[in-house]
């Protein structure tokens, strides 16, 4: 269900968004949802505490993701 959600949505909002910035915050979501799920611990996983060190490295990747984006 969540997988035809997303196909269904990146599908409509492509066109009007463009497809570059769909990808970009499809990319940008994964890596904050990764961080929560780490720092949390949900769904079972070993809990990962957000230090700034591996902050600087998710605005590091979402900086390579933009700089991507825009070239």
């Known amino acids: 269900v969540l997988l035809?959600?997303?196909v269904l949505s990146?599908?409509?909002i492509a066109p009007k968004f463009g497809v570059g910035n769909a990808i970009?915050?499809?990319l940008i979501g994964?890596?904050?949802s990764a961080a929560v799920i780490d720092h949390?611990?949900?769904f079972g996983a070993q809990q990962i505490p957000l230090t700034w060190t591996r902050?600087?490295?998710l605005l590091l990747m979402a900086a390579g993701v933009l700089l991507t984006?825009?070239?």
Do not use: D, N
Request: proline share 0%; charged share 5%; hydrophobic share 60%.
């Open 4 to 6: 035809a959600f997303y």
């Open 10 to 12: 990146i599908t409509a």
């Open 24 to 26: 970009f915050f499809v």
């Open 30 to 32: 994964q890596l904050i």
């Open 40 to 42: 949390f611990g949900l």
């Open 55 to 57: 902050l600087s490295g």
């Open 69 to 71: 984006q825009k070239a």
